[in-house]
Structure formats: structure tokens, C-alpha cells
């Protein structure tokens, strides 16, 4: 009995009947498309804009992350915004770039300003009280040190002259705190090391140099 060899065609369907291998997958996390920002140009005059940006109203995140965009601008020389107003008002310097150039750029600057990165702020008094706050504690701390000292060695609680002393500068402290933060002003100091902005600005040309063809 002859046997049958099959042939390259028959090889070739068979092989193509096998499942297709599964494509991997890529599992790694898109990031969100930002959303866009609507504006509108209220009023422009030479060295002067102003934006109505209905997000202000609602989003205040957004409206610190919008003035420390346009403030970091070395050609913007005054920002006002009234959220309750949707509307900003930008001051800038005249000469260095054409209006048009610096109105894009402004439009630039509100659409990227939600990927702007917002440095923490702390105030003066949080500082102040907190230091307070640290020696205080460390008084308590030192007290029952030597409270429980005075019980192993005089087997009681006795108020000796560390007792004294520790609770007469915990009182001075706790007094001192008060008055200081009643006087102190409530400054803020913004942590350089814990922001930045994210987005390059455009980079605009000078209106006295030439254009490249």
C-alpha cells in the first residue's frame, strides 16, 4: 500500500489553520488629554488684555495655577483676576513683541496653565507655632522623665527643682507662643523645591529682529 506525502500546499494549510498568536497588549496607563480651556477677549489695548475664562469661576486650583503661568512671564508686569468676574486682566511690556505675538502667547499660557505644578505655601505662623509647638512637647517629654525618675528613687510623685523649673518654662513658652502669634504677620513663604512648571512658554521674537525666510 502507497503512502501519500503531502505537498507544500497542504503544508502550508495546515500550518494556517493553527490559532494566530495573541497580540500583547499594552498595558501601560495613558495619560488624560487635557481639557480645553474656553476664553474670550474682552478688551485689548497696547500693553494691555483682558480674558474672560468662565473656569475661575468655578475652579480655584486652576485660577493659582493660571497666575504663577503668566507671572513667570518676565514680560507680564502686572495679573489681576476676579474669579467671581470669570476675568483676568494682564499688563505687559510694550515693544519687546508685537500684541499679536504676545496675545498668542497669552492663549498659550491659559491653555497650558492646568499642567502647571503649584508650589505648597506655608505661613509664618504655622512656622512659629510649630517650633513652639516642638519645645513644648520636649518639656512634656522631659517632665515625665523626671517624674518617673522621682518615683523609682523616693517611691512618689514630689515636685522637685527640675519639676519646677520645667513647668515654669513650659508656662513661659505657652504665654510667649500666644503674644507671638498675635503680633506675627500672616506671611507666606512659597517651598521652591516642592513645584515647578511643567510647560515650556512659547518662545516669542523681538519685534525689532528680523524674520528668516
Do not use: C
Request: hydrophobic share 40%; aromatic share 6%; net charge positive.
Amino acid at each position: 500500500m502507497s503512502s501519500i506525502k503531502p505537498s507544500n500546499s497542504d503544508k502550508s494549510a495546515s500550518f494556517n489553520l493553527l490559532p494566530p498568536k495573541k497580540v500583547a497588549k499594552n498595558v501601560g496607563k495613558k495619560t488624560a488629554p487635557s481639557q480645553k480651556i474656553f476664553y474670550s477677549i474682552v478688551h485689548t489695548t497696547p500693553g494691555r488684555i483682558r480674558f474672560r475664562i468662565p473656569l475661575l469661576a468655578r475652579d480655584t486650583e486652576y485660577g493659582d495655577q493660571l497666575r504663577l503661568a503668566i507671572e513667570s512671564d518676565p514680560r507680564v508686569t502686572n495679573f489681576r483676576a476676579n474669579p467671581k468676574a470669570a476675568s483676568i486682566v494682564i499688563n505687559y511690556k510694550v515693544g519687546v513683541i508685537s500684541d499679536n505675538q504676545m496675545r498668542e502667547h497669552l492663549v498659550n499660557l491659559i491653555q497650558i496653565a492646568q499642567d502647571v505644578v503649584v508650589p505648597k505655601e506655608v505661613m509664618t505662623k504655622s512656622i512659629v507655632g510649630t517650633i513652639f509647638d516642638a519645645l513644648i512637647n520636649l518639656i512634656d517629654s522631659t517632665r515625665k522623665i523626671n517624674q518617673a525618675r522621682n518615683v523609682i528613687v523616693h517611691r512618689r510623685v514630689r515636685t522637685d527643682v527640675w519639676e519646677q523649673i520645667l513647668s515654669t518654662s513650659r508656662s513661659i513658652l505657652k504665654r510667649l507662643k500666644s503674644v507671638t502669634m498675635f503680633i506675627l504677620p500672616n506671611k507666606r513663604w512659597r517651598l521652591r523645591g516642592n513645584g515647578k512648571v511643567n510647560s515650556q512658554p512659547l518662545k516669542l521674537k523681538s519685534a525689532s529682529e528680523p524674520e528668516l525666510v
